[in-house]
């Protein structure tokens, strides 16, 4: 029997970090409007689970056959002097830099569709 194994994480930049964030809040925004800002949860079909926790969040890898479950991205928040700051860490590999990137492709997709339609029963409203 083979026995999971470590992910193994690639280096990724603050732009690619800051992306991915990006995307997994897009999914809460989307998808946990039922559930409390600063306590929503969104749990992936497949590979991810999305905690936020106050101002701060954790995306999870799941686990599967060959890999173990692990935090792969960390955001957090602190405030100074009036200013936000984020401090994030990441332990991504590139196939979750992959699949983010598709993730994002997807809500955009989406977002775009549901902004148009609304457009349209809106103007035909105001017929």
């Not at 994030?88 to 699949?99: C, G, K, M, Y």
Request: net charge positive; aromatic share 8%.
């Amino acid at each position: 029997m083979n026995l999971p194994r470590p992910r193994t994480p690639i280096s990724v930049d603050r732009k690619t970090q800051e992306q991915i964030a990006g995307t997994a809040v897009l999914l809460l925004e989307r998808f946990c409007q039922g559930q409390h800002r600063g306590q929503r949860v969104f749990e992936g079909k497949q590979f991810y689970t999305i905690v936020e926790r106050g101002r701060d969040l954790n995306i999870e890898f799941k686990g599967n056959v060959h890999h173990l479950p692990e935090t792969i991205l960390t955001l957090r928040s602190h405030r100074q002097g009036g200013q936000t700051f984020y401090k994030i860490e990441s332990w991504l590999t590139q196939a979750d830099v992959q699949r983010f990137a598709l993730i994002r492709q997807e809500l955009q997709q989406d977002l775009a569709r549901n902004s148009k339609e609304t457009l349209n029963k809106t103007h035909q409203i105001d017929k």
